[in-house]
């Protein structure tokens, strides 16, 4: 197999057309190794920043989930897809060159803030133990209940008007979890003119943004040299360090638990060479480990 790249996480810009899965078996190849994940799904029509794990480093995925994303998007008035997307066909249209700017403006600012938000029917989550948009299409009405999420920025950036249709450029930053294309759903239903989403694009997943996310073009020039942020540079963007002595750090190799420091966790635990030897998070007395990541 040859060389075989190190541990750590890459910031990749997405190109549209592409699933998650698909960029992860091309970093696959790129990186010689089978030992690749990625930390939140993006829609094959969006763009933007996808975090990839390699090796050792997929075990610090599930801290990147859950962080908060920022996105650019474009939602188009008017017009409700089956998918709530460009990718979904056209199953209701209504005439919303009248609707007013404040409106829409109202419209989005109700979507902001703590909200309970109903994901889109044509999507990944599972119901009854099959995925929702499998269900929809072989002909089934999917019921999905709403889940609390949080969209703590919604600014508009441009209002364009064409005819009977109304593009709306918008900037999101919400939690893990939150469908952009079902606030263009929402705002579309309460307006009366229906709405979905013909444009997206991450610009952010917690700390990792565009200006450091990588083309696969770009990746394949530096193959199989892929990852740009080796494990503890990883973990001290998105969790809290504590420094390790040697004694400590043999201690937690064996998943040993070392004494508590006072530190909201989870947090990384770098060792005395500055390698990250595992996350833990505190109980009482003692911070146990989550993951153990240095060999014992």
Do not use: W
Request: charged share 25%.
């Amino acid at each position: 197999m040859g060389v075989v790249t190190g541990d750590g996480l890459i910031v990749v810009d997405k190109p549209g057309g592409m699933t998650s899965h698909d960029v992860v078996s091309r970093v696959r190849r790129l990186a010689r190794t089978r030992r690749v994940g990625h930390g939140g799904t993006l829609d094959p029509m969006a763009t933007g920043v996808l975090i990839i794990g390699v090796n050792k480093a997929t075990r610090l995925l599930t801290y990147v989930i859950g962080a908060s994303k920022s996105y650019a998007a474009t939602i188009r008035l008017g017009q409700s897809t089956v998918t709530d997307d460009a990718e979904g066909e056209i199953v209701a249209t209504a005439p919303a060159g009248e609707v007013a700017e404040d409106a829409i403006q109202a419209a989005l600012a109700a979507q902001t803030g703590e909200i309970d938000q109903v994901p889109s029917a044509v999507s990944a989550i599972k119901i009854d133990g099959q995925r929702a948009y499998k269900r929809v299409r072989g002909g089934e009405e999917v019921a999905i209940p709403a889940r609390r999420v949080t969209i703590s920025r919604l600014d508009v950036l441009d209002i364009r008007r064409h005819d009977e249709v109304v593009d709306v450029d918008v900037d999101v930053t919400c939690s893990s979890g939150t469908y952009i294309r079902a606030i263009a759903r929402d705002v579309g239903v309460a307006l009366g003119v229906g709405g979905h989403l013909t444009a997206l694009r991450r610009t952010a997943v917690g700390g990792f943004t565009l200006a450091e996310a990588r083309t696969l073009e770009q990746l394949e020039e530096v193959s199989p040299d892929v990852v740009n942020l080796p494990m503890a540079d990883a973990a001290r963007r998105f969790l809290p360090t504590r420094d390790a002595t040697a004694d400590e750090a043999r201690t937690l190799s064996h998943g040993g638990p070392l004494v508590a420091a006072g530190i909201v966790g989870p947090y990384a635990v770098l060792g005395p060479a500055g390698d990250l030897l595992a996350v833990v998070s505190e109980h009482g007395a003692k911070a146990k480990p989550e993951i153990v990541l240095a060999a014992s």
